[in-house]
């Protein structure tokens, strides 16, 4: 059971609050890359850990991520002119570099010395990934910048999508680190079949299991922890298993077991501490990983069709998420096309922030009753000494992965030497989602 006490600390990130200060001192997504693609380009408002900020490309190509408002009257540098390597406000003329520096005050007379007087909040950037980093933690913590595992090489193909949800970040990576609700809620799209491994197709992900009730187990790491969900194969249940092994990075990323073409990763990023900005990637080699268009498709995560230009879901539950009752009568369980928005409407409906002490838990939750213990103690650690989960020594490892495979039962998953999808094949597939 939790208390309503370690429900705050878990989920709040705002201001102060511990688990926000904890994950600040870990390289964070901003926002995607491409969002900033042109110098001088628009400029582009990005919301972390309760904090406003502005992203911008200048005119040499230099990425800057600082505080959205203007250090003068605080009007908001979205709506300036980037140009000339720096933001320059509309109001009164004020331009400021990628870090942080007031080059000009056109409002102010030279001789008055202000302009170097004046600095503004901006934090180390870095791009990786598809994807804009930033550091915003103390400046004297700051690690170096280390691939994540889900891209560990320039040459990695990484495809994202994007959707900002109106739910707090821990109840969407208990979604993600929680294998039991895909046998039911996703079960029209990942599709028991005689296959020998999980593969995908251009319309579904297959599996060979009917098993809707996985034995769960957990290996702790300093990383955070490993999980297999064991279930029963459709062939040769006897002597083998089906293990899909899910792995949870602390603070807030999923490594969840790949198909026969690609790998799968899930970021949660706090927004604030009722909103988070959710990542859902595929990667792996570039003839197997799905294209940015295709991937979306699939999900049924586009701009335009299912999300408005801000990356803000139109199903909702005004709408029921576009809900198809019919669809249901006719044998689709959710009525609700695409996964990740059968996943939503649930995190959206438990409300802005989950109330876990109401919850009735069971042997499936396994994982996600490990998860809030260690990120409950861990930023109790971090509390008393400093210590922050994942960092130094305790980063995981990069051949650390997520698998999924029919074992023999004689066999522990621990050791089964699970490796990510790289594949190349002969000839690219007409679909790869």
Known sequence: MITPEENDLLCR???????????????????????????????????????????FRDTKGRLGVMDEYCPHRRASLVMGRNEDCGLRCLYHGWKIDVEGNVTEMVSEPVSSGFVNKVKHTAYPTHEWGGFVWAYMGPKETMPEFTPPVWAPTKETK??????????????????????????????????PARVNSAEATGELWLRPSTDKAPKLQIENTPYGFRYAAIRRPITQPTKNDYVRSTVFVAPATALIPPNNLYNVANINVPSDDQNTVFYFIAWGHPDSTPSTAEWRAFLGQEVGKDLDQYY??????????????????????????????????????????????QERLGASDLAIVEFRKQMIAAVQRFQEN????????????????????????????????????????EKKPDSVV
């Not at 490892?397 to 023999?408: E, N």
């Open 158 to 191: 990484v495809t994202i999508a994007k959707a900002i949800l109106p739910c707090n970040w821990a109840q969407v990576l208990e979604g993600a680190i929680d294998s039991a609700h895909s046998s039911s809620l996703h079960s029209s799209d990942m599709v």
């Open 312 to 357: 803000r879901p139109l199903r909702n539950w005004d709408n029921r998420f576009w809900q198809d009752r019919q669809a249901m009568k006719d044998g689709n369980f959710t009525g609700i096309t695409g996964f990740p928005n059968q996943d939503i409407a649930m995190w959206v409906t438990m409300g802005a922030i989950a109330d876990r002490t």
């Open 13 to 55: 990130v705002e201001g102060n609050a511990p688990m926000g200060q904890l994950m600040r001192r870990h390289w964070t997504i901003i926002c995607l890359s491409e969002e900033v693609a042109e110098a001088d380009g628009a400029p582009v408002k990005a919301r972390i850990f309760g904090e406003d900020l502005v992203v």
């Open 386 to 425: 400093g210590t922050v989960i994942g960092t130094k020594d305790a980063m995981i490892a990069p051949d650390v992965c997520s698998f999924q495979a029919i074992i023999p039962k004689t066999t522990r998953w621990q050791d089964y030497p699970a490796h990510y999808v790289w594949n190349a094949p």
